[in-house]
């Protein structure tokens, strides 16, 4: 039992003998220490937060399904990704968190590795287009634009003014922004 040596200490134990106050620490979630019938409740306390944050796991994973084949290493990739969030939670002091930095690492890489699978997959299955592919598809529309524009007059300075803002977006754009067109 640990003694509290501040007479003002809100940790300390709230019995009193007939001429002073206990010294010994409470317990946990308690006013009283163990001698005195003082019981903590860190265990419950821990147990119920275990099970929000299972609630909590189980309810990102559901959001987290998709489509046919890449749904299971997205699934992957969030279960991950939590594991590493617990891990990094659960870490109460630095010594803790320098302690976990190898399975932190290794789940980092485990991560990188499904994010790297399920990009190829996706692209495998063709729900991404590689920039070759982004350009013939701006060639088409422009082709579909001159068909359409025939016979109007000035229809050759309308498609260069889209054929100069088309291009340059799709030579701009990246994976990691939705494709925009500057203003005219």
């Given at each position: 039992m640990k003694l509290v040596t501040d007479p003002a200490d809100p940790r300390r134990c709230k019995f009193s003998y007939p001429h002073e106050q206990c010294w010994r620490e409470a317990e946990h979630g308690s006013d009283f220490c163990l001698a005195h019938g003082g019981k903590s409740t860190e265990q419950a306390e821990d147990k119920r937060h275990y099970y929000l944050a299972e609630v909590d796991n189980r309810r990102r994973l559901s959001e987290l399904s998709g489509n046919g084949q890449v749904e299971s290493l997205r699934e992957g990739i969030g279960l991950v990704r939590m594991l590493i969030e617990k891990q990094m939670n659960a870490a109460k002091s630095d010594a803790e968190?320098?302690?976990?930095?190898?399975?932190?690492?290794?789940?980092?890489?485990?991560?990188?590795?499904?994010?790297?699978?399920?990009?190829?997959?996706?692209?495998?299955?063709?729900?991404?287009?590689?920039?070759?592919?982004?350009?013939?598809?701006?060639?088409?529309?422009?082709?579909?634009?001159?068909?359409?524009?025939?016979?109007?007059?000035?229809?050759?300075?309308?498609?260069?003014?889209?054929?100069?803002?088309?291009?340059?977006?799709?030579?701009?754009?990246?994976?990691?922004?939705?494709?925009?067109?500057?203003?005219?």
């Open positions: 968190t320098l302690s976990s930095c190898g399975s932190i690492n290794n789940l980092l890489l485990t991560m990188s590795k499904l994010i790297k699978d399920c990009h190829a997959l996706e692209q495998s299955l063709g729900d991404l287009l590689s920039k070759q592919a982004v350009v013939r598809l701006g060639q088409s529309i422009c082709e579909i634009v001159i068909e359409e524009l025939q016979g109007i007059e000035g229809h050759e300075e309308i498609i260069d003014r889209i054929v100069n803002r088309l291009f340059p977006a799709i030579s701009g754009a990246s994976n990691g922004e939705l494709l925009r067109l500057p203003a005219p």
